[in-house]
């Protein structure tokens, strides 16, 4: 199996394309140590077991994976691609449970803004997001806050405030006007 790689825009994750479906349907999953597998994907158990992963992020058609400062990408990178070969080629469930994303309650009255702020995210962030290696999960409105969770090689990024700030917040408030900013929450 040939599986590419690309780099991110966080430095310290790296993105492994296989060139099949990882996750389906736009789910994705988000390792953020060992601790947080929990049975839930051998893969992410496998990927965990190399001394350097740091985070182990699933998308539709690409794990992404986030080394230790302690570990350089030539050392780990070869070990990563034989454990994504090696299980790739098992054709086992890459994750067996997923654990849901718990939303805030939506307010009275704000069903329709969250419908369009979760479109937006959906159509014209999620995409864009994804290509760099990660995510942004929505998880929450109020008082016209919107509350969000960046995922994958997102998380840490040196660029990921700067997104959600300069391009994420501006684009909401552009399209909808009750939205008065963003801010980010850790999952």
Not at 1 to 22: C, Q, S, V, Y
């Amino acid at each position: 199996m040939f599986i590419e790689t690309e780099d991110t825009p966080n430095p310290a994750t790296l993105k492994f394309l296989p060139g099949r479906e990882i996750m389906a349907n736009g789910a994705t999953a988000d390792f953020i140590s060992p601790d947080s597998v929990a049975g839930r994907s051998r893969l992410a158990e496998l990927l965990f077991d190399l001394d350097g992963v740091a985070r182990v992020f699933f998308g539709n058609d690409f794990v992404a994976v986030t080394r230790s400062d302690a570990m350089q990408w030539d050392d780990l990178r070869p070990q990563v691609l034989s454990v994504l070969a090696d299980y790739l080629a098992t054709e086992q469930p890459v994750v067996e449970s997923d654990a849901q994303v718990v939303e805030d309650l939506i307010a009275p009255g704000d069903e329709e803004i969250v419908q369009q702020i979760k479109e937006l995210l959906d159509t014209r962030v999620r995409p864009a997001v994804a290509g760099d290696g990660g995510d942004i999960v929505f998880r929450g409105y109020r008082d016209g806050v919107v509350r969000l969770t960046m995922q994958g090689a997102c998380s840490g990024c040196p660029s990921s405030r700067a997104t959600l700030k300069h391009g994420v917040e501006n684009m909401l408030r552009h399209y909808v006007p009750e939205v008065v900013s963003v801010e980010q929450v850790e999952a």
